[in-house]
């Protein structure tokens, strides 16, 4: 069973760095094929996909927040961590990390965590 942990401030200053760690337990995040993905929601909106790190270490991004964000992984750890750079109070969310699988479903998530940036 894989289990994914978000953790990390629950606020953060306006123009400031957000950074929150996933914890992977049950399965390895080099394991062939799967994706470990940030994604959000902001208070009464959607779901918004933020980037993935693939199994190799690639990154993908969502363009609209690429110039401000960057996803790392610490294998040793079975961690993989978001930062998303100058952030302001509309990047405030409920941020979750996930595994997005094979067939290109997010089989797993974590239970979110809850981030507010205000001064």
């Known amino acids: 069973q894989v289990q994914l942990q978000e953790s990390g401030p629950g606020l953060v200053k306006p123009s400031q760095t957000l950074s929150l760690t996933c914890t992977v337990s049950?399965?390895?995040?080099?394991?062939?094929?799967?994706?470990w993905s940030w994604i959000r929601q902001p208070p009464g909106k959607g779901l918004e996909w933020i980037g993935y790190?693939?199994?190799?270490?690639?990154?993908y991004y969502s363009p609209s927040l690429k110039s401000r964000t960057s996803i790392s992984r610490d294998t040793s750890k079975n961690q993989f961590t978001l930062q998303l750079n100058s952030v302001t109070p509309e990047d405030t969310a409920v941020y979750y990390c996930?595994?997005?699988?094979?067939?290109?479903?997010?089989?797993?998530w974590g239970q979110g965590t809850q981030v507010t940036v205000s001064a």
């Open positions: 996930a595994r997005r699988g094979r067939a290109n479903e997010y089989d797993y």
């Open positions: 790190i693939a199994y190799s270490g690639s990154t």
């Open positions: 049950g399965g390895s995040i080099t394991t062939n094929y799967y994706y």
